[in-house]
């Protein structure tokens, strides 16, 4: 790929240039080719085969961009699998102390390079960004979440953050719900509840169900219906709930009595659908002509086919209205502009000041400000007055009878009272009609809070609380105060509601008894349908649950990312404890002791830290708790200005040091950090050994550490003969450690072996050697912790390597008493002085040494650890396999079929087929993970001893599809791996025999 002429040679990868090359591709309309290719890509593992035909960041590329650009409801399968293959693939990451929080970096940057299609500089930008992310490095991965205004979220994923009120693509939303549920989890968020208006298609219901279980998300879904209430309608939203899986609410879905409500249901939708295009009928009788006249502009009437075409497969709303208006008038404004912004340079004061506030008002025009102008049924009274026989029997229902309707349908549900257009006597009486069936208000909606409706909050939030609480004493007060304010309005409508409150009023302990058992909840979301930018975006969370970094970014914020509610609920963190880990011989003895001391009954339990939330007691508070995860503008901008014409601004030929080529910058660290090393040693040392060569001295023991370990946790001596030793170092690793090491001789050689211990206080090696090493080491150790916790490195790491600092005392001591005694041996003078000259060498070889056998067993059983995950991954894998062959299979030995593989290949049968496919390619990832992966062979050795003897022969028996290779090599040939195929083939057809031999040793 060539490189950008315009950029430095100094500055991005190649492979920042390959990334953007493909993923241009992709999108650009080669994304057919690529999903003909990826029929099977979700059931390859992230670690496995696929490693040697593509990389990880095209990978992620592709998942993104079908969930972006992919809307038609046929292709719910095809999304579903790239956001699976999504999630492996950002999940599956190794050593990274930031796992959670970097996938969720890569995926936003990844989609902001999709986006920034057409502006090349800074797509290059975004991939390199996407390559420094994918190191996982804790401040590079801190960065880019301020960058990109993500919050910090608990690795544990532990932590309080939901939305209570959003909508899809299949509704009045932007986003299709699997695209929804990954930016979803991009926020941060952990509990959704989607909208939809009178109905839910099955296949979206099982969409959203099956992604958000992809992700980990509690989804709820729920239908919002319209209830005649007083001349209006009350908003009561269905939730229903305990259901298994999406089969089992699919199912419910398919009962006569759900079935006919969902039918009336689409009829509402038809009935509203109808009352949007006489809203588009009544602006192109009035308010077209307004806007026309306002901007100077010929903006055509309306079509409705257009419109219903603009809609999709979404529900027709007035949103969609205005942004399908402002969609038509915007080029119509920028045409006019750019005729203004010609006058403006001849014009005369007065003119360009009308011109100034002409392209002023064109610029705030947004689909929000047409919304408000001209689409609100305030605007257009002759909308919706038609007969009341024209409206459906549905809408007619009033909220006692709906909810009587809804809850004969499910034993399992909740009943939210949407408060949008609600007064604090329209809920009570709704809460007492409906004999304590809403069981959640809508306390707060961002979406009114943008736009000021309010007010009716407060005193709706006094009635819940008295309700919960059992205050008689407020809540008389409150009906009182219902009952005097309804005489006020002295309407004919308000003074025959007197009598139902006070009815009310008399039958409190009706009302009190309703909520005593199940409280009156709350529900707080954020209406987002990802359209307007002036309106808040998706999810909140409870600040006590987010970690401190997260907390302080809130309360520094200055830019409006984020934004404080004032409402604040109870939190509380528990830690649970389970069964004991199975123990057997000499450890279970040694864990009943310790369990017998007091204190420690819970040692070596299985436990886990969870927040949690008594959702009852949210309520209104001047310092809330809860915070939003997306901040919104309220400034509205189309990009036309008079003075300033639009356009990209110039970049700077040179770019900031983030962005110089791997190499250079690696090689920038070394120096930075070689620098102080070299003049310490030559500055302060006589003898021409140190002088000259003690800082390479102490690089080279640096960089040994650092080989060592890297060797000791892949694979060490039996390691893959596939593997070279320098395959499993990461030089941006010891690039970072020379770094900081460099800085280390002027604190340990000068400052602390000579200023403070031998000018100082006199001590030296021969004065008292354990006083000096320990000094040395302790000071050494606090400066690593330092290091690390600046690197952003876990608390607990930084420490411990304190901690191993200190360990190293007793070596340092012994490696110079045993080299005082070689030098004595051979008959060399002064030895002491020799001694104090190498003190620090002598001290850093031992913390070296010490953290290259911790850090290297650490990293080792972390490796087997991650090998083992691999293997329960592909077992589950297999095991599902063999369940779906011995249910297709039932009267014949699964075993032996897997004995004849070929037979089930050539099959006519699609299910046959692809459960050969599936299982080849499990044997495929099984095949990489041997000869590639560190620890993977140490791995299978404790994973196959762990299986019972019948699973085990049964599972490397599978193995034995792999001896097809003519059938195997065509599966290659026809792209079962893209088409990249002849490296992982030619490895295939190479090592497959070796393997085979190789885990047959295992069946015994």
């Known amino acids: 790929m060539a490189r950008n002429p315009e950029t430095s040679k100094?500055?991005?990868?190649?492979?920042?240039?390959?990334?953007?090359?493909?993923?241009n591709g992709i999108v650009s309309g080669q994304r057919l080719r690529f999903e003909m290719q990826r029929q099977f890509f979700h059931y390859f593992h992230p670690r496995g085969i696929k490693e040697m035909a593509e990389s990880r960041g095209l990978r992620i590329a592709y998942a993104v961009i079908h969930l972006l650009q992919s809307l038609e409801s046929a292709e719910a399968g095809l999304r579903l699998k790239a956001l699976r293959a999504l999630r492996d693939e950002v999940m599956c990451s190794t050593n990274q102390e930031l796992q959670m929080n970097t996938a969720r970096v890569l995926i936003e940057i990844m989609k902001e390079l999709i986006r920034a299609h057409g502006d090349y500089q800074r797509q290059l930008e975004l991939a390199h960004h996407f390559r420094l992310a994918a190191t996982g490095k804790p401040r590079i991965v801190r960065y880019f979440l301020k960058q990109y205004r993500l919050l910090e979220m608990p690795e544990k994923w532990n932590h309080l953050a939901f939305d209570d009120h959003v909508h899809d693509a299949f509704t009045k939303g932007r986003k299709s719900p699997t695209h929804l549920i990954m930016d979803a989890w991009i926020k941060g968020v952990r509990r959704l509840r989607v909208i939809h208006y009178n109905y839910i298609r099955p296949e979206t219901a099982a969409e959203l169900m099956e992604a958000a279980d992809a992700m980990g998300i509690m989804i709820r879904i729920g239908i919002e219906f319209f209830a005649s209430f007083c001349n209006r309608y009350a908003q009561i939203i269905w939730v229903p709930r305990g259901f298994a899986d999406s089969g089992d609410f699919l199912r419910f879905l398919e009962k006569n009595e759900v079935r006919d409500l969902m039918e009336e249901g689409r009829n509402v939708s038809e009935y509203q659908r109808g009352q949007v295009l006489s809203t588009l009928e009544a602006f192109n009788r009035t308010h077209r002509h307004t806007l026309n006249s306002e901007f100077g502009v010929e903006l055509p009437p309306l079509q409705s086919e257009d419109f219903m075409a603009f809609v999709g497969l979404g529900q027709a709303s007035l949103l969609h209205l205005a942004k399908y208006i402002h969609l038509l008038l915007l080029p119509r404004m920028q045409e006019k502009t750019a005729g203004l912004r010609r006058q403006y340079a001849d014009a005369d004061k007065e003119k360009r000041r009308e011109i100034e506030a002409l392209v002023d008002r064109m610029n705030r025009m947004d689909a929000d400000d047409i919304h408000h102008r001209f689409l609100v049924p305030g605007r257009n009274p002759d909308v919706g007055s038609a007969n009341a026989e024209d409206v459906p029997a549905l809408m007619q229902?009033?909220?006692?009878?709906?909810?009587?309707?809804?809850?004969?349908?499910?034993?399992?549900?909740?009943?939210?009272?949407?408060?949008?257009?609600?007064?604090?006597?329209?809920?009570?009486?709704?809460?007492?009609?409906?004999?304590?069936?809403?069981?959640?208000?809508?306390?707060f909606n961002l979406k009114d809070f943008a736009d000021c409706k309010v007010d009716h909050i407060p005193d709706i939030d006094r009635l819940q609380q008295c309700i919960n609480n059992a205050n008689v004493i407020q809540l008389k007060r409150l009906i009182l105060e219902i009952i005097s304010r309804l005489r006020e309005k002295n309407d004919a409508q308000a003074l025959a509601r007197i009598q139902k409150f006070n009815w009310i009023l008399a039958d409190m302990e009706s009302l009190m008894g309703m909520y005593r058992v199940r409280p009156l909840k709350s529900r707080i979301g954020s209406d987002s349908t990802g359209h307007s930018r002036r309106l808040p975006g998706m999810g909140l969370a409870v600040l006590d649950s987010l970690p401190k970094r997260a907390r302080r970014e809130v309360q520094k914020d200055e830019a409006g990312a984020y934004m404080v509610i004032p409402f604040h609920v109870q939190a509380f963190f528990r830690l649970v404890y389970g069964q004991a880990a199975a123990a057997r011989g000499l450890i279970s003895i040694v864990m009943y002791v310790i369990r017998a001391i007091p204190g420690l009954a819970l040692a070596g339990r299985l436990h886990h830290r969870e927040w949690f939330a008594r959702e009852e007691t949210t309520k209104m508070a001047e310092n809330g708790n809860i915070v939003t995860l997306s901040g919104f503008s309220t400034e509205a901008s189309n990009g036309l200005y008079v003075k300033k014409p639009p356009g990209p601004e110039k970049r700077p030929r040179l770019h900031r040091f983030?962005?110089?080529?791997?190499?250079?910058?690696?090689?920038?660290?070394?120096?930075?950090?070689?620098?102080?090393?070299?003049?310490?040693?030559?500055?302060?040392?006589?003898?021409?050994?140190?002088?000259?060569?003690?800082?390479?001295?102490?690089?080279?023991?640096?960089?040994?550490?650092?080989?060592?370990?890297?060797?000791?946790?892949?694979?060490?001596?039996?390691?893959?003969?596939?593997?070279?030793?320098?395959?499993?170092?990461?030089?941006?690793?010891?690039?970072?450690?020379?770094?900081?090491?460099?800085?280390s001789v002027p604190l340990l050689d000068y400052l602390v072996k000579t200023l403070m211990l031998n000018q100082g206080l006199g001590i030296t090696t021969a004065t008292s050697p354990v006083l000096l090493y320990s000094v040395m080491a302790l000071v050494n150790g606090l400066y690593l912790t330092s290091h690390n916790l600046f690197r952003g490195l876990p608390r607990e790491a930084a420490f411990a390597n304190f901690f191993r600092s200190v360990l190293s005392i007793p070596v340092a001591f012994g490696l110079s008493e045993l080299l005082g005694g070689v030098l004595g041996l051979a008959g060399v003078l002064q030895v002491d002085m020799i001694l104090q000259s190498w003190a620090a060498v002598i001290s850093k070889t031992a913390s070296d040494f010490v953290a290259a056998l911790i850090e290297g067993a650490v990293d080792r059983a972390k490796n087997i650890e991650n090998r083992m995950n691999d293997y329960r991954q592909k077992l589950r894998q297999f095991l599902d396999c063999y369940a779906r062959a011995e249910m297709l299979f039932p009267e014949s030995e699964v075993l032996d079929l897997l004995e004849r593989p070929r037979e089930l290949l050539r099959s006519e049968d699609d299910e046959s087929r692809r459960l050969i496919q599936v299982l080849i390619i499990n044997a495929l990832d099984l095949l990489y993970f041997w000869m590639y992966q560190p620890r993977a062979r140490t791995a299978f050795g404790n994973f196959v001893r762990d299986l019972s003897s019948e699973e085990r022969h049964v599972f490397i028996q599978a193995q034995s599809v792999l001896k097809m290779e003519r059938e195997i090599s065509q599966m290659f040939i026809d792209g079962i791996l893209g088409q990249y195929f002849s490296r992982p083939l030619a490895f295939y057809l190479d090592r497959s025999g070796e393997y085979l031999k190789n885990i047959g040793k295992f069946q015994d």
């Open 10 to 23: 100094f500055y991005f990868d190649q492979r920042d240039y390959h990334l953007l090359h493909i993923v």
């Open 397 to 443: 229902l009033s909220p006692c009878e709906l909810v009587d309707r809804l809850s004969r349908m499910h034993s399992a549900y909740r009943i939210t009272l949407n408060l949008s257009n609600m007064e604090v006597e329209d809920v009570l009486e709704l809460l007492y009609e409906c004999r304590g069936r809403i069981s959640r208000l809508e306390i």
């Open 658 to 743: 983030e962005y110089l080529r791997t190499n250079l910058k690696n090689s920038l660290k070394v120096i930075f950090g070689f620098v102080p090393a070299f003049l310490t040693f030559y500055l302060t040392h006589d003898w021409w050994v140190l002088a000259c060569f003690g800082a390479f001295i102490w690089f080279g023991i640096t960089g040994m550490r650092n080989i060592l370990q890297s060797v000791m946790a892949g694979g060490g001596l039996r390691r893959s003969p596939l593997l070279q030793w320098n395959d499993y170092i990461s030089w941006d690793r010891i690039t970072d450690s020379l770094m900081y090491t460099g800085f």
